[in-house]
């Protein structure tokens, strides 16, 4: 089972600062994923990762960056943050290909 | 485009009593995952189903899948309250990522 760990837990804000959300895993998995839920919601992949260096935006569009310049950290960044980007933000990360997704705790941003 | 739709949205049942969920998805996959969410927390895997007719069972919850009718089944027996949760089918595509379903949010009463 993975290990995957997200800080902050919960974050409330300002309009136009930027925020980093910080995302980690212990396996040494290759595959990390973004994801964002509203409450109630289903889930949406805004962005993912194949390894060390190799970033991609998911189905959704979204504001944030990610970087993966570690294979266990994979951060997102929001550079001027808005009430639109209220929501939860879920790591997750995979072993292989076919593999299931292990999640984090995940991130309750509160842009005000 | 694949699409994953669940069905109830939204289940209230009493508990002793036997439910099914029900996913269905729109193009082909040989992929399927069910995870729980329980409010405010993040989400727990539960089955992962590989192949055309695989089950499996833990507990109380029993999860099929068939590929050729594109529906995967999570079906509940004798529920309790521990049940209570939101559960999400995703379906796997582009060998690597999941489309999520829409969540049915069970309620399981005394």
């Known amino acids: 089972e993975a290990d995957i760990y997200q800080t902050p837990r919960y974050l409330v804000i300002g309009t136009g600062k930027k925020i980093t959300l910080e995302c980690s895993q212990t396996?040494?998995?290759?595959?990390m994923y973004w994801y964002q839920q509203d409450p109630g919601m289903e889930l949406h992949l805004i962005h993912y990762s194949y390894g060390v260096n190799s970033t991609e935006k998911g189905d959704l569009s979204s504001e944030s960056t990610v970087s993966r310049i570690r294979t266990e950290h994979f951060p997102l960044t929001l550079e001027s943050a808005r009430p639109s980007h209220t929501s939860q933000y879920l790591c997750?990360?995979?072993?292989?290909?076919?593999?299931?997704?292990?999640f984090g705790e995940g991130s309750r941003l509160t842009v005000l | 485009e694949l699409k994953v739709e669940q069905n109830p949205l939204f289940l209230s049942m009493q508990e002793g009593k036997n439910y099914t969920i029900y996913c269905n998805y729109s193009t082909t996959s040989d992929r399927l995952y069910w995870y729980r969410q329980d409010p405010g927390k993040s989400l727990e895997s539960l089955f992962v189903?590989?192949?055309?007719?695989a089950v499996k069972q833990e507990g109380r919850l029993m999860a099929s899948l068939d590929t050729k009718a594109r529906l995967s089944t999570l079906h509940i027996t004798a529920a309790v309250h521990d049940l209570s949760a939101t559960y999400f089918c995703a379906v796997g595509y582009n060998t690597d990522k999941l489309i999520f379903g829409t969540g049915t949010r069970l309620q399981v009463f005394p």
């Open positions: 997750a990360s995979s072993e292989s290909a076919a593999g299931e997704l292990f």
């Open positions: 189903l590989l192949s055309n007719g």
């Open positions: 396996m040494g998995h290759d595959k």
